[in-house]
């Protein structure tokens, strides 16, 4: 999500919030020392484990970013208006599992119910609530709603049937509509 904020004095700002990689490729710059400074690899690779990090222990997190806009700017155009971007940092939440989930769980395993996670979160953090909750205990096959919407039907169909543990991360709910195959979806 972009905004275009007046910061009065005749200053406007694009001030973006959103999925931390997916913001960080449009970004150039990072904060550093109250200052901009150029975004290299060694800065993103930083941010990048940063973000696995709070992500693998099921952590949801934001990433934000913003750049000065100039006189008159709109944002008729998305894709111009997160370029060139200064990576300001990250937020993680914590969105703790109701304490009757992993009983829950644990009762649709015990009757033969196999779970499929379909979640917008990203696979990390999918991954790491899953396992608190009990529905994955090795390491669960992550696919997201693109690589899902790519597949061939008949393909599609055996990754439904035949993987033991799926998560479907980074999903809308257009998402379940590719998934008619799934054992216990209508």
Not at 15 to 41: M, Q, S, W
Not at 52 to 57: I, K, N, Q, T
Not at 130 to 156: C, D, H, K, M, S
């Amino acid at each position: 999500m972009t905004t275009l904020d007046d910061e009065g004095e005749e200053r406007l700002v694009f001030h973006a919030k959103g999925a931390p990689l997916e913001l960080l490729e449009r970004c150039t710059h990072v904060l550093r020392d109250g200052g901009d400074a150029v975004l290299d690899e060694a800065g993103r690779r930083r941010i990048h484990a940063a973000f696995d990090d709070l992500a693998g222990r099921g952590m949801r997190v934001l990433g934000f970013a913003d750049r000065a806009a100039e006189p008159g700017a709109e944002i008729a155009d998305r894709g111009w208006a997160e370029s060139r971007l200064t990576f300001l940092g990250l937020v993680a939440m914590e969105d703790p599992l109701r304490p009757e989930v992993p009983a829950a769980v644990a009762r649709c395993h015990g009757a033969g119910i196999r779970i499929i996670v379909v979640t917008g979160d990203h696979g990390l953090t999918a991954a790491a609530i899953a396992r608190q909750a009990g529905i994955v205990r090795n390491a669960p096959t992550i696919l997201t709603e693109a690589e899902i919407e790519a597949l061939p039907q008949a393909e599609l169909d055996r990754v439904l049937h035949e993987t033991g543990e799926l998560i479907v991360a980074r999903s809308t709910p257009e998402t379940k509509l590719h998934l008619p195959g799934a054992p216990g979806t209508a």
